[in-house]
């Protein structure tokens, strides 16, 4: 049986809800609330309080965990006057697992400090295989006490699990995964598609380069699902171009040169201006399709 730990869950999108399920079949009492009840339904099912906005899910917790769609959506539920850090009681902890922006997340950081409460930035990566499994990679920024003290509930959802140091520097590592997957899916479409046009087996292709030097989390995953034409999200289009600004903006103000990650963005742009934003980040195949007339079919 878990521990006494009241734990609060703010988010159950694609993401959030095999997250907060895992915390709830571990045995911890749980509050959750998300804008859309529904998508709760299955986790109140299991045993969750519902909670009506966040401040009550933070008055009821010693731990909260978020995870939301937008930057906003961050600075709202966790600064506003009805936010997370002004309802947790002193000595709470506030644990924010959205792809966010550095900058915020020491933001919140320093104001909870003041307030005598503790926060970490623990963006995660795995998509929804990774969250429905328990095996999201999750990179913390913070207090290193603070994430011991918070790494058995990361154990609950992932299988590597890394202290990055400082407020922030959990969402600078996660724009380095960012970086790394837009330019690596590009990379694994038109492997794909000139495996197509060259007559090939998809599925012998990618069990061929897949575990060759080639192999990527990419290819593995989401190549097939893009043979089958399903493009369903484990990670939205909308949230990926999000991500990618975040990027854009930070390597601005380091003065980097990205070209593989600004091509990448206007390849998504695109996809988003065809009506693709809620769909995976591997519908980005949809528009090289578009870009050389050729649909991939097995």
């Known amino acids: 049986m878990a521990t006494s730990k009241k734990i609060g869950w703010i988010g159950t999108g694609v993401m959030g809800n095999s997250m907060c399920r895992h915390i709830i079949e571990a045995g911890y009492p749980v509050t959750v609330y998300n804008r859309t ?28 965990f978020t995870i939301v769609s937008m930057p906003y959506d961050v600075r709202e539920v966790y600064l506003s006057d009805t936010g997370i850090i002004n309802s947790l009681h002193k000595g709470g902890i506030a644990v924010d697992m959205t792809t966010s922006s550095p900058n915020l997340a020491k933001e919140i950081y320093k104001y909870a400090k003041e307030r005598g409460i503790s926060t970490l930035d623990a963006p995660v990566s795995g998509g929804d295989v990774g969250a429905r499994e328990g095996k999201l990679s999750i990179m913390v920024g913070g207090n290193r006490g603070t994430f011991e003290e918070v790494l058995p509930f990361f154990k609950l959802m992932g299988k590597n699990i890394t202290y990055m140091g400082e407020a922030g520097n959990g969402q600078h590592t996660k724009m380095a995964n960012q970086i790394h997957i837009a330019t690596t899916i590009i990379g694994a479409i038109e492997s794909l598609l000139y495996g197509y046009k060259a007559g090939l087996n998809l599925e012998e292709m990618i069990r061929a380069i897949g575990s060759g030097a080639a192999g990527t989390w990419t290819i593995n995953n989401l190549g097939p699902r893009i043979i089958k034409r399903n493009f369903d999200p484990g990670f939205f289009i909308e949230h990926f171009i999000k991500d990618m600004g975040i990027a854009l903006d930070e390597a601005k103000r380091m003065n980097l040169s990205l070209p593989g990650l600004a091509l990448a963005n206007q390849f998504y742009i695109s996809a988003k201006a065809m009506g693709l934003e809620k769909m995976g980040i591997h519908a980005l195949t949809l528009v090289l399709e578009k870009l050389n007339n050729t649909v991939i079919k097995i």
Do not use: F, M, R
Not at 46 to 54: D, Q, R
């Open 37 to 64: 009840k529904q998508k709760a339904d299955n986790l109140t099912k299991l045993g969750a309080e519902w909670a009506e906005n966040p401040a009550e899910v933070a008055s009821k917790s010693d731990i909260v």
